[in-house]
């Protein structure tokens, strides 16, 4: 019942910034977090950072202090902020929603890549 869709992904060069965002669409009233997830090529699926209805946030561990996850009620949407990018920080970015009937939703990624 709900839809999601990322943007902002592409090329940056190591040290600068990028914004990713997720439009959610359908049964936005049941969500109850959203989050950012990524792939990187040959690596298994990683939680990157999530943020629950009260603005609760978790990060992992290598992206604290660069990242900044948000929401934006008003329109919807879920924005992750990157800062100070690596390039292990390459990989495909999934936007994710969970609801209250215990749901997990997807979109499709947004791929970022960080090289010189």
């Known amino acids: 019942q709900v839809q999601l869709v990322e943007s902002g992904g592409g090329l940056v060069q190591p040290g600068g910034s990028l914004t990713l965002s997720c439009a959610a669409s359908g049964s936005i009233f049941s969500i109850i977090s959203r989050g950012w997830y990524r792939q990187a090529p040959g690596k298994q699926r990683e939680l990157v950072a999530t943020i629950t209805n009260d603005d609760s946030t978790n990060y992992a561990d290598s992206v604290k202090g660069r990242f900044t996850i948000s929401r934006d009620n008003a329109k919807n949407r879920a924005n992750l902020q990157m800062n100070s990018l690596k390039p292990e920080d390459t990989a495909v970015y999934y936007c994710?929603?969970?609801?209250?009937?215990?749901?997990?939703?997807w979109g499709k990624g947004t791929l970022v890549t960080v090289s010189s």
């Open positions: 994710n929603a969970f609801t209250v009937d215990s749901r997990s939703y």
